[in-house]
Nanobody, 116 residues
Framework: QVQLVESGGGLVQAGGSLRLSCAAS????????MGWYRQAPGKQRELVAS???????NYADSVKGRFAISRDNANNTVYLQMNSLKPEDTAVYYC??????????WGQGTQVTVSS
C-alpha cells in the first residue's frame, strides 16, 4: 500500500508564490515518474509538471518559466515551486506517482487559490 501526503496549498495574491510538497510512503521499491496535475472547476484534470527518476522534467506551456518541479529520491518526495501565480492557476492540485507501467497513485488534492 502506498500513501501520498500533500501539503503547501493555500490562498495567495496574484504574483505571489507557493510551494507544494508530496511525500510517498509505504511499500515502495522505486518510483518512476512523479508529477503534479490540477483541476479547476468545470475543467478536466491537466498535467502541470512531471519529473522522472533521472531528473528529466516536463511542463505545461502555461506554467513554463514560472513553476519548477523537483524531487528527493531518497525521501520519495516531489516538490512544486510556483512563482508569479495568476488567478488562472486556481485549482485543486494533485500529486501523481508512477511506480511502474501498471501502478499509479494519486494524492488527495490540495487547494490553491490565487486572488486578483
Amino acid at each position: 500500500q502506498v500513501q501520498l501526503v500533500e501539503s503547501g496549498g493555500g490562498l495567495v495574491q496574484a504574483g505571489g508564490s507557493l510551494r507544494l510538497s508530496c511525500a510517498a510512503s509505504g511499500t515502495i521499491f522505486s518510483i518512476n515518474t512523479m508529477g503534479w496535475y490540477r483541476q479547476a472547476p468545470g475543467k478536466q484534470r491537466e498535467l502541470v509538471a512531471s519529473i522522472t527518476r533521472g531528473g528529466s522534467t516536463n511542463y505545461a506551456d502555461s506554467v513554463k518559466g514560472r513553476f519548477a518541479i523537483s524531487r528527493d529520491n531518497a525521501n520519495n518526495t516531489v516538490y512544486l515551486q510556483m512563482n508569479s501565480l495568476k488567478p488562472e492557476d486556481t485549482a485543486v492540485y494533485y500529486c501523481n506517482v508512477v511506480l511502474n507501467i501498471l501502478t499509479t497513485h494519486w494524492g488527495q488534492g490540495t487547494q490553491v487559490t490565487v486572488s486578483s
